[in-house]
């Protein structure tokens, strides 16, 4: 079974401070993705990774930034936190956009409370 | 404009019987997948079913099926025989092939199952 794992499932921080989310995946998977979830928004993709050291934009890439430096692990960096990114946050992996089997499997989320 | 939209932010169903969960999409990609996840109180985003859009058939997937109404842009997820585990937050989300690796997901629906 494909597993994906979070660093923390609940994690409080200060405005201003610069915090770090990571994520792993055992599957061998080439995509990485990063989201956040919003009451009412659903599933809304801050970056994405097709490949190490490889990075896209998803949809609010603003105030956050990513690294890939292995392939099986993806973090999501905020480089100064604010209230408004209070959230839950889902990384997720998957095989490449090619192959049939393409679902993505995600991890149980980190809940972010920025104070 | 929404690329998906789910128009029902909660539904109720009794246990037992059979519930449909409403998702329409937009695109001008002939070539696109719909997938439907699961999201119990844990977190966790579970993959349900997919439908690809040169499919003949609907997806099924035991209890759950994939009403795939192309013409009416619509890909409402069935669940036959509810049981109170399916009480959970479902998502409807599109892979478009210009659209490469990324899914766009809805807003969501919350089902409670009713004993």
């Known amino acids: 079974d494909v597993k994906v794992t979070q660093s923390s499932r609940y994690l409080v921080k200060r405005t201003g401070e610069k915090v770090f989310l990571e994520c792993v995946q055992d599957?061998?998977?080439?995509?990485m993705f990063w989201y956040r979830q919003d009451p009412g928004l659903g599933l809304r993709l801050i970056y994405f990774?097709?490949?190490?050291?490889?990075?896209e934009k998803g949809d609010i890439p603003e105030g956050y930034s990513v690294s890939r430096e292995k392939k099986e692990r993806f973090s999501l960096i905020l480089e100064s936190a604010s209230t408004n990114q209070t959230s839950m946050y889902l990384c997720?992996?998957?095989?490449?956009?090619?192959?049939?089997?393409?679902?993505?499997?995600f991890g149980p989320g980190t809940r972010l409370t920025v104070t | 404009a929404q690329k998906i939209t789910q128009t029902q932010p909660g539904m109720f169903v009794q246990e037992k019987e059979a519930v449909t969960l409403d998702c329409t999409y937009d695109t001008s990609d002939p070539s696109y997948g719909l997938f439907w996840y699961k999201q119990p109180s844990s977190g966790e985003m579970i993959f349900l079913i997919y439908?690809?859009?040169?499919?003949?058939q609907n997806a099924t997937e035991g209890r759950y099926s994939l009403n795939f109404q192309k013409a009416r842009k619509s890909a409402n997820l069935v669940i036959s025989a509810s049981q109170l585990g399916d009480s959970a937050m479902y998502f409807c989300?599109?892979?478009?092939?210009?659209?490469?690796?990324?899914?766009?997901f809805g807003g969501g629906t919350r089902l409670m199952v009713k004993p």
């Open positions: 599957m061998d998977h080439e995509n």
């Open positions: 989300a599109m892979r478009e092939r210009n659209a490469g690796n990324m899914l766009t």
């Open positions: 439908q690809g859009s040169y499919d003949q």
């Open positions: 990774s097709y490949d190490v050291k490889m990075k």
């Open positions: 997720a992996s998957s095989l490449p956009a090619r192959s049939p089997n393409y679902e993505q499997y």
